[in-house]
Nanobody
């Protein structure tokens, strides 16, 4: 299984951006979006269960980011609104089974937010 992440770019503070992760649709899978910012540990931002669409958000993005899935397109999205310079980093999507750890990763996509 391969995950393909895309949608990164350079935006200004307050702008929006949508990331896509293709290939993440499997029964009982959970797909997460992570961020690796300079000098910081990789952080789980949000995840969604493929079956029920149950979501989780880190406090740092709650209310600004929305994770969703499109079953027909086998894709998980991360809609990012009201972006801030601290959102800058490399964004990765990853998947795991409901009882496992994240062991399937996509390549990163760079997001840069200028002030």
């Amino acid at each position: 299984v391969q995950l393909q992440a895309s949608g990164g770019g350079l935006v200004q503070a307050g702008d929006s951006l949508r990331l896509s992760c293709v290939g993440s649709g499997r029964t009982n899978w959970i797909t997460g979006w992570f961020r690796q910012s300079p000098g910081k540990e990789r952080e789980l931002l949000a995840h969604i269960t493929w079956n029920l669409g149950t979501t989780y958000y880190a406090d740092s993005v709650k209310g600004r980011f929305t994770i969703s899935r499109d079953r027909a397109k086998n894709t998980v999205y991360l809609q990012m609104n009201d972006m801030k310079p601290q959102d800058t980093g490399i964004y990765y999507c990853a998947a795991r089974s409901s009882a496992g750890s994240y062991n399937t990763w996509g390549q990163g996509t760079q997001v840069t937010v200028s002030s």
